[in-house]
């Protein structure tokens, strides 16, 4: 561990993802993320790696398509607008199995929308994104923290699953300086990576074995059918074993909140502050939002009278809280589009049942 | 005794090709192949496969092969040559793949200069799609979305894209060869071995425009279209070297 | 103790650092930080300000609606931030700038000639640092002690020569501060 560095989100993922070994990243220019590619342009010829700025976010993502298939531990990272752009690649990423980090930095939508924080972007990154049967694991930090915390996990998951993992974050928390501790000092060398060629799927040249092909088409139906049943399993492995979340006081929690992200921060605020005001409430704050915590949330709202789901988007993540908390007590909605952030006070106003109807 | 004068290269798979009768694919893939054989590189190129009628050539050359999404091979090549630069790596692409929805990849991967060798395949038509009009086709050509000929008011004009290129400092090698004679494929064979060969010499960006016929969507006999080919796209395509050695990394 | 300041001035006097070195003073002391800029379109002119939370707990949003204490380094700044202080906040202006102070009555104004200040320094550039003294010694954010020892670290070697500029241009502050404080 580090001594604790006061550090912008956004560069602080570029240096825990180095320290992960990641060592190819291939990127394009937007706003509110741009300190990370820049991060990585200083960086990653210091490590032997390579940073390379392509010429859009679809060339980015298809680089590191062909950068993932030669065995490199590789990520991009982008905002919204750049993320639209890359789900085709993603989709590919996907169907041929790669393994990959993708960093989404999400800003207000929809088309150009604007460049302060949002949450809109849960359903892109959830359920699927681009065209297919596919899934992201999708892992939502609350803090620059845990950003760096699930960074060596997200890519050793996306090894584990041969599948892209993306980390969703939003301009709070790229943008946000706090203190942070990085599994080493800047300083201190770096174990190598491992190399392309311990992946033994990888297209490294066919040196005494039959020839590696990387591809997501398969024209006759039943390989096809074979193939999209085979990363269902993984999906369903993915969904037993790779669920994570926070439950803050939920025992007893008359109102459950929950949130994520930059937002559960807000909502643990208000939480604790209803709390020293008698109000029994209660924070649920899914980490993993693909696979989502389905079967705990269930559990933590059956024994509370009501749940309440916090979002800087319109309602997005509330389809996933209706699926897991189904008639067991009422689903509530409190929302702002992006841009700009809820405060604790409007949340705790919910919590107390006032604010009127919720937005 | 018995002198083997003729043989399949190590590098080009022993299947049978979905290409149709008369289309010259089959020979363009077994020129690749054989200047793959002429480095002793098979087991250290990756080919990218793009989308078009060639979208198979994963199954067709005997190397470590990635399937690229439709125009984005010299991206994924790219990602490939980064994480592996000792190792030799080429795209396989079409007209419509290469010089439309791919326009912006291979503009950028040739002005850095990237490091790998690009065979693009020029037909002048969409072939695996059923024949709609390209970049590439000549002016009064007829395909299935220009019935009436190609006119330049509404679909504008052919792109040549050697020339194109070849403005481009990056670049180290840009050559467009024909292959509709015994004499132009051996001068094909030659242009594409010299691209792979700069390639290994770390020389840049190599790419060598190829001319193909499409007998089952120009509406030619196998013969005729070869003719077609030389009288109709030679004159407006002409055959050459158009960059030498002088950019590059 | 929670206490969330605004810092804005003009791009180029310095408001970003300084905010930075006061959130990383305030990590040293073992407190909660957030440092959170404004960022937009626009690469020069208009307002830089930063939003710094030094508290006790942990901080939920780096974004304030309701500051404790705002640093305004020029006229657009303080008219843009005035309302945001929260009733008893705390406001830092440099007089230098800006002739005419605040409107508001409930808030504690502390005006200080911040370049004049700095040019008796032989520094411009550390007007910054006046301000950030005068800020620390009305509000007690944080120690000067720990700002220097922020400075201490961040700095690279060959700029490790202007850290006892930078302690003189924090106790000028605090001293002009006090002197505001004892006028008022």
């Given at each position: ?359 | ?94 007209d419509?793949?290469l ?19 690009v065979i693009f395949v020029n ?37 040549r894209m050697a020339?194109?290129l ?8 840009i050559a467009r060869v ?29 790419l060598i425009e190829v001319l ?25 395509y002409?055959l050459?070297?158009f ?7 | ?184």
């Amino acid at each position: 561990m580090s001594e604790p560095k006061l550090m912008k989100g956004n560069e602080a993922i570029a240096e825990a993802a180095i320290q992960a070994g990641c060592r190819y990243f291939f990127g394009y220019p937007i706003t509110p993320q741009n300190e990370l590619p820049e991060y990585m342009a200083r960086r990653l010829p210091e490590v032997g790696g390579v940073y390379l700025q392509a010429e859009s976010e679809v060339s980015a993502i298809n680089m590191v398509y062909g950068a993932a298939g030669a065995g490199g531990r590789v990520m991009t990272s982008s905002s919204s607008p750049g993320i639209s752009l890359m789900q085709e690649g993603i989709s590919y990423l996907a169907g041929a199995e790669l393994p990959c980090v993708l960093v989404n930095i999400v800003r207000g939508g929809p088309g150009l929308g604007g460049i302060h924080a949002a949450q809109s972007d849960y359903f892109q990154a959830t359920k699927g994104g681009g065209h297919g049967d596919y899934r992201l694991l999708v892992l939502a930090p609350g803090s620059v923290q845990e950003t760096v915390d699930l960074l060596q996990e997200a890519f050793d998951l996306a090894d584990k699953y041969r599948n892209p993992v993306m980390l969703l974050g939003d301009a709070v928390l790229g943008q946000m300086m706090e203190a942070v501790r990085l599994p080493r000092d800047l300083d201190e060398p770096l174990p190598p990576p491992p190399p392309p060629e311990s992946k033994v799927w990888a297209t490294t040249g066919a040196v005494n074995r039959s020839r590696n092909v990387i591809n997501s088409l398969y024209i006759e139906p039943e390989r096809l059918e074979k193939h999209n049943w085979h990363i269902q399993e993984k999906y369903r492995r993915m969904e037993a074993e790779e669920v994570r979340y926070e439950a803050v006081q939920v025992d007893d929690a008359g109102t459950v909140v929950v949130a994520y992200g930059t937002t559960a921060r807000i909502a643990r605020t208000a939480v604790d502050e209803a709390r020293r005001q008698g109000l029994k409430a209660g924070l649920f704050r899914p980490i993993s939002l693909y696979p989502f915590p389905y079967q705990a949330l269930r559990e933590a709202a059956g024994r509370a009278r009501r749940v309440l789901v916090v979002e800087m988007s319109c309602g997005q993540m509330l389809d996933d809280v209706r699926l897991a908390v189904g008639e067991r007590c009422p689903v509530e909605f409190y929302g702002r589009p992006g841009g700009n952030i809820p405060t604790p006070q409007e949340v705790l106003d919910r919590i107390a049942g006032k604010g009127g109807e919720a937005k | 005794m018995t002198t083997v004068v003729a043989q399949r290269p190590k590098s080009l798979s022993d299947v049978v090709m979905n290409y149709c009768p008369g289309c010259t694919h089959g020979i363009i893939h077994r020129l690749v192949a054989e200047a793959i054989d002429a480095l002793d590189a098979r087991e250290r190129t990756i080919g990218v496969a793009s989308v078009g009628c060639s979208v198979f050539a994963y199954n067709y050359f005997e190397c470590d092969m990635q399937q690229a999404s439709h125009g984005r091979a010299p991206a994924v090549a790219t990602g490939i040559k980064r994480v592996l630069p000792d190792r030799l790596v080429f795209t396989y692409q079409g007209d419509g793949d290469l010089a439309s929805i791919g326009a912006a990849e291979i503009v950028h991967a040739a002005a850095r200069g990237e490091n790998i060798t690009v065979i693009f395949v020029n037909n002048a038509n969409y072939g695996m799609t059923g024949g709609q009009m390209a970049p590439t086709t000549l002016l009064g050509q007829k395909t299935t979305t220009t019935p009436l000929g190609r006119d330049p008011k509404t679909d504008g004009f052919p792109i040549r894209m050697a020339e194109m290129l070849a403005t481009l400092q990056g670049p180290a090698y840009i050559a467009r060869v024909s292959v509709h004679s015994p004499q132009a494929v051996k001068q094909a064979g030659d242009a594409i071995k010299k691209a792979f060969r700069l390639q290994a010499e770390g020389k840049g960006f190599t790419l060598i425009e190829v001319l193909s016929t499409c007998p089952t969507n120009w509406g030619l006999a196998p013969n005729q279209a070869l003719k077609w080919l030389v009288e109709n796209l030679i004159p407006f395509y002409p055959l050459g070297e158009f960059k030498k050695e002088e950019g590059g990394a | 103790m929670r206490h969330e300041v605004i810092m804005a001035g003009f791009g180029g006097q310095g408001m970003m650092l300084a905010g930075q070195l006061l959130a990383y003073a305030g990590m040293l002391e073992g407190k909660y930080v957030s440092w959170y800029p404004s960022y937009g379109p626009e690469m020069r002119g208009g307002t830089a300000n930063c939003t710094v939370v030094v508290a006790d707990e942990p901080v939920a949003s780096p974004v304030v609606s309701r500051a404790s204490a705002v640093i305004a380094m020029n006229r657009p700044s303080l008219e843009r931030f005035e309302g945001t202080l929260a009733p008893g906040g705390v406001l830092v202006y440099n007089s230098t700038l800006i002739e005419q102070g605040p409107t508001r009555t409930d808030i504690k104004a502390v005006p200080v000639p911040a370049n004049a200040l700095a040019d008796e320094l032989g520094d411009k550039r550390v007007a910054n640092m006046v301000v950030l003294g005068a800020l620390l010694a009305v509000t007690g954010v944080a120690k000067p002690e720990s700002v220097v020892a922020s400075l201490r670290k961040t700095l690279p070697e060959r700029r490790q020569n202007l850290i006892p500029l930078n302690e003189q241009a924090l106790a000028k502050g605090a001293e002009a501060a006090q002197g505001a404080a004892a006028k008022a």
